[in-house]
């Protein structure tokens, strides 16, 4: 390693040091990586999302040809307002082994420990490449990983064999993650006095029966299933999270908003949870509701949506990172990655990082020293790995 290329934990610092909340603006951080790169010969892509604000970050390290195995990672983190930290969230604190800033475990801890190996890559001779790729507006429902994928299929010369998706896990391997699709209702009705109901379409009211009926296709997963084992909970999950609607008590509401979600096991696409939910409200509400009010509504804006990650299939790939990963059961999570869109692509993906994510999103969220050195020892034997030729694919 360049005695001047810096560390894992100096690394760490440099990326919490910029403040890139999700939906805001990334190019300080990814055009200091490209500079640092720049600096030891290795070609850095960017990507642009339409803004111009901001923009993913591509490398290879070795050969340019051949399928390899590809790191992802993503550059944006959730927001510390009104957050109770113990310290300034963006300045790296080192207390007790815990590096503690806003992205330490979700997940610039991964970035860093990739970056910290950067001139090892670099001087192996490696039998097949290793990429880097970080995105952005992951915390926004994978919003930056399509047009990743595309700039994959553009610039590399064969897509990886394999995906390693570093979201903090424990160092332990895990293949699976729920999907999710997230939606705003509106629905409109008809003001009125409040004692004259008849006269009127009570908007709060058409949504609560909405709402009762996204919690009856609740209950109906957790009794009936279908039931997958190693999720927490083990089906498809319905929740609403935040309902206005309504002023002053005497008035019929005319308005009433809501905003719900399905986080659905793999193979199940969202959009099928969404239909059942538009369904009930054309057939058995609507109809009702324009008998008083021709000019009532019920309608639907995504606000987020990704796919599941379903396991990649066993092979060399899968094997791999298995033998490298710490020792134990795979795991499934409930919480979504850029996986899902990636292996989408085609591209089998698994998820091993640094870190704990019951401490990410939260204040003082932090990674440890042991965990960034285990890490850097898992990256060790997949240099190791490409210089000795193992796998990636079966014969």
Request: aromatic share 6%; net charge negative; glycine share 12%.
């Amino acid at each position: 390693m360049s005695a001047s290329w810096p560390g894992a934990e100096e690394w760490l610092a440099r990326l919490v040091g910029f403040p890139t909340v999700a939906g805001g603006p990334n190019l300080d951080l990814v055009t200091h990586v490209q500079d640092a790169l720049d600096g030891l010969g290795v070609p850095v892509s960017l990507g642009y999302d339409p803004t111009g604000t901001k923009a993913d970050l591509l490398f290879t390290l070795g050969r340019q040809d051949g399928p390899g195995v590809l790191l992802s990672a993503h550059s944006d983190v959730v927001p510390v307002a009104g957050q109770a930290w113990a310290s300034d969230p963006f300045t790296l604190v080192e207390r007790d082994g815990r590096l503690i800033g806003r992205g330490a475990c979700d997940m610039k801890g991964f970035i860093a420990c990739v970056l910290a190996k950067v001139p090892a890559m670099q001087a192996a001779a490696l039998h097949w490449p290793i990429h880097m790729a970080i995105s952005y507006d992951e915390e926004l429902g994978c919003k930056g990983a399509p047009a990743l994928v595309e700039r994959l299929r553009a610039e590399l010369h064969d897509l990886p064999a394999g995906c390693i998706v570093g979201e903090p896990t424990g160092m332990h391997l895990v293949d699976a993650h729920k999907g999710k699709g997230g939606w705003r209702c509106t629905v409109i009705g008809r003001a009125g006095h409040s004692a004259l109901t008849h006269q009127g379409v009570n908007a709060v009211i058409a949504a609560a029966e909405l709402i009762q009926h996204i919690q009856g296709l609740h209950r109906h997963c957790r009794e009936a299933g279908p039931f997958e084992e190693g999720f927490e909970p083990p089906h498809t999950t319905a929740s609403v999270g935040r309902i206005e609607g309504g002023g002053q008590l005497n008035i019929i509401p005319e308005r009433c908003e809501f905003a719900f979600e399905f986080r659905t096991l793999p193979g199940q696409r969202p959009a099928e949870w969404l239909a059942r939910v538009e369904d009930y409200a054309r057939r058995q509400m609507l109809p009702g509701m324009r008998a008083i009010a021709p000019e009532a509504s019920v309608s639907f804006s995504e606000l987020i949506s990704y796919p599941g990650l379903a396991p990649a299939p066993d092979g060399p790939f899968r094997r791999l990172v298995a033998e490298l990963a710490e020792p134990g059961d795979v795991g499934k999570v409930a919480y979504g990655t850029d996986g899902g869109v990636i292996a989408k692509a085609g591209i089998p993906t698994l998820i091993c990082g640094p870190g704990d994510m019951s401490v990410a999103h939260k204040p003082n969220e932090h990674v440890t020293q042991a965990q960034l050195v285990r890490c850097q020892d898992f990256l060790d034997g997949l240099i190791a790995a490409s210089i000795r030729g193992v796998p990636l694919q079966p014969d």
